[in-house]
């Protein structure tokens, strides 16, 4: 579905301008899992992005993009103040090396930009690896768009993604 707006020119003609609708809200939507937007604007840190979403830290889900080989990728979803231990999520796929994709090749392999990835509506299902910490939880998540999050209960997210659930993740390390 699509919204329509109009624009106002330099010159106070106006244009009709479509816009698309975001695809992880009609992901979500499809899911039948209720959400909540929370449009913030930009933020530099973990931190910010808590208190503009009005959130504690661990609230604040980081979905990072791993590649397993050429063409394969999965999503690891991590609790703010946690990072992705390699050694445990290595044992748990069962293979001996992973990476990051670079910024490109993760737009390429979800369709969002960093910092707006989610694991709804990316234009490949990966499968999705979810830190065991997230369960209980209302969380935030990226929305596909800078800015832009939704909150919603963790154990119902994790069951539409169909995620693996284990210990992935370590605290992060202090400065």
Known sequence: MSTVAFR??????????????NPALTALDAAGLPYRVIRHGPVASLAEAAAAR???VP??????????????????L?????????????ALLGVSRLSLPDAEAAK??????????????????????????????????????????????????LSALDAT???VTDPEPTR
Do not use: C, N, Q
């Open 78 to 90: 991590t609790p703010g103040g946690r990072v992705v231990s390699w050694p445990k999520l290595r």
């Open 54 to 56: 009005g959130v504690e």
């Open 165 to 167: 659930v284990a210990d």
């Open 108 to 157: 390429e392999a979800t369709g969002y930009a960093r910092g707006t990835i989610t694991p709804f509506g990316s234009t490949t299902a990966w499968p999705v690896v979810a830190d065991e910490r997230l369960r209980g939880r209302e969380i935030t998540l990226g929305a596909g768009e800078h800015g832009t999050a939704v909150a919603l209960d963790a154990d119902a997210a």
């Open 59 to 76: 609230d604040v889900v980081k979905t990072i993009v791993v590649r397993r080989g050429e063409g394969d990728h999965l999503f690891v």
């Open 8 to 21: 106002r020119l330099a010159d106070d003609s106006r244009v009709t301008v479509t816009a698309m609708a």
